[in-house]
């Protein structure tokens, strides 16, 4: 009834694998979102709010003009307008004829 089984080892060059495919998916993202963040500033910063901190990136969706027909991006977006002293929330849209728009509402408080 004792049986011993044996195990096969996993071998040390699939954990280096493992650890390297870590890495590489960790750097993948923090470059996703840093460049999510650097684009929706940028975005921001030709719609005259120069002086912004705590940009904070929700989303990003592809959209299409139903009047136009032309696509582009949609960032969803949270910042602190250090100018004014206020926190803003809201959407900025750049298509892909680089024309830029922007819905966003800023209040007082926090």
Same mark, same amino acid.
């Not at 009047?67 to 004014?84: C, D, E, L, P, R």
């Given at each position: 009834m004792s049986e011993n089984i044996q195990?096969?080892?996993i071998p040390k060059t699939t954990?280096?694998?493992f650890g390297v495919m870590v890495v590489l998916a960790i750097a993948v993202y923090l470059l996703t979102e840093n460049t999510?963040?650097?684009k929706a500033n940028f975005i921001l910063i030709n719609k005259g709010y120069t002086n912004i901190s705590n940009l904070k990136v929700y989303?990003?969706?592809k959209f299409e003009?139903? &009047?136009t /027909?032309?696509?582009?991006y949609q960032y969803f977006v949270k910042f602190t307008n250090n100018a004014t002293n206020?926190?803003?929330k809201g959407f900025v849209v750049r298509n892909f &004829?680089? /024309?830029m728009d922007s819905d966003i509402a800023c209040s007082k408080g926090k």
């Amino acid at each position: 009834m004792s049986e011993n089984i044996q195990v096969r080892q996993i071998p040390k060059t699939t954990f280096i694998w493992f650890g390297v495919m870590v890495v590489l998916a960790i750097a993948v993202y923090l470059l996703t979102e840093n460049t999510r963040v650097n684009k929706a500033n940028f975005i921001l910063i030709n719609k005259g709010y120069t002086n912004i901190s705590n940009l904070k990136v929700y989303s990003k969706q592809k959209f299409e003009d139903p &009047k136009t /027909m032309v696509q582009g991006y949609q960032y969803f977006v949270k910042f602190t307008n250090n100018a004014t002293n206020q926190h803003c929330k809201g959407f900025v849209v750049r298509n892909f &004829k680089n /024309m830029m728009d922007s819905d966003i509402a800023c209040s007082k408080g926090k």
